[in-house]
């Protein structure tokens, strides 16, 4: 069983930072897709970047220079470092590992709460 589990979510104040981390358990890590999600209220859960287990990465076009996301297979870890936070970044944020764009296997966290004040 995979799991996934997030932590470094929390209340800052726009302009500040913050560094999501994920960590899987398994054996999955180094060949799955690496993602972060995040769902605001009322919204629909959107892409905000993801990481292949080559290295490529893309990002959401409203996070683009300011989220860097990352990963170390050695800890079995990805990250999101968030920059620059507005209050539209406000949502919970999921850690998703999939392979074959989910069609091998598609895990979620639990997701982590990031609230940014203006």
């Known amino acids: 069983q995979v799991q996934l589990v997030e932590s470094g979510g929390g209340l800052v104040q726009a302009g500040g930072s913050l560094r999501l981390s994920c960590a899987a358990s398994?054996?999955?890590?180094?060949?799955?897709?690496m993602g972060w999600y995040r769902q605001a209220p009322g919204k629909q859960r959107e892409l905000v970047a993801r990481?292949?287990?080559?290295?490529?990465?893309n990002y959401a076009d409203s996070v683009k220079g300011r989220f860097t996301i990352s990963r170390d297979n050695g800890k079995n870890t990805v990250y999101l470092q968030m920059n620059s936070l507005k209050p539209e970044d406000t949502a919970v944020y999921y850690c998703?590992?999939?392979?074959?764009?989910?069609?091998?296997?598609?895990?979620w966290g639990q997701g982590t709460q990031v609230t940014v004040s203006s």
């Open positions: 990481i292949t287990s080559s290295g490529f990465s």
């Open positions: 998703n590992a999939n392979r074959g764009n989910g069609r091998v296997f598609d895990y």
């Open positions: 398994g054996s999955i890590f180094s060949i799955s897709t």
